[in-house]
């Protein structure tokens, strides 16, 4: 397997724009984590999906972020519309569902920057 | 879930052992204690994790105290490419992880 593949790896864009970020999870994870890290938050929780099924986004900062889980294999996390203090990585994480203590894989993250 | 308190930085020579600690003193019965590293400009990546016993595998060990309220994670040669971003997470079994500050391992040549 290619791992939790990420896209794009990079994104510039201008605020307030919309931005899509992408995400393929590892075949056969039914667990989907949205994070966001910045020097000064560290690692955030922004959203996890089991089975599809959004069951946390308590960490969402606002309604300017949305994030969907359409089928299995794909997830997006929009910002509309985006602003400076958005600029981040954002990471995506997939698991297999608990129970069954399992690890959680990463993607590469997409570094976003919002000017 | 539980909090856990990890020393901000630590430095270790290559080649030797590289001891990290982790304090997680409200740990309760059913929270399993995770370790992940963070690569400069990667992902997060799973190392260890363990409950009661402690735990080996081909990265490093894990030991945790009798009354679980701290563990060490040891890598046992450590290499420059060790040098990452160590988390120190707990968490009961289902729930998804939240990550602290970690703790900053410079091993030096």
């Known amino acids: 397997d290619a791992g939790v593949i990420q896209s794009p790896r990079h994104e510039v864009t201008e605020m307030g724009q919309e931005v899509t970020l992408r995400c393929k999870p590892i075949?056969?994870?039914?667990?989907l984590f949205w994070y966001r890290q910045t020097m000064m938050r560290g690692l955030e929780l922004l959203i996890y999906?089991?089975?599809?099924?959004?069951?946390?986004d308590s960490g969402m900062p606002e309604d300017r972020f949305s994030a969907k889980m359409p089928n299995a294999s794909f997830s997006t996390l929009k910002i509309q519309p985006s602003e400076p203090r958005d600029s981040a990585v954002y990471f995506c994480?997939?698991?297999?569902?608990?129970?069954?203590?399992?690890?959680?894989?990463f993607g590469q993250g997409t570094r976003l920057t919002v000017v | 879930d539980a909090k856990t308190t990890q020393p901000p930085s630590m430095d270790c020579a290559e080649g030797r052992a590289a001891n990290l600690p982790c304090n997680h003193s409200t740990i309760s019965g059913n929270e399993y204690v995770y370790w992940y590293r963070q690569i400069h400009s990667q992902g997060p990546q799973y190392i260890i994790h363990g409950l009661k016993n402690n735990e080996t595998n081909e990265m490093a060990s894990l030991i945790i105290t009798e009354d679980r309220k701290s563990s060490t994670l040891i890598l046992p040669h450590a290499t420059l490419r060790d040098t990452a971003v160590y988390y120190c997470i707990v968490r009961p079994q289902g729930n998804m992880l939240t990550f602290g500050g970690g703790t900053r391992l410079m091993v030096k040549p």
């Open positions: 994480a997939s698991k297999e569902q608990d129970p069954g203590n399992t690890e959680a894989f």
């Open positions: 999906f089991n089975n599809n099924v959004p069951i946390d």
């Open positions: 075949s056969g994870h039914n667990s």
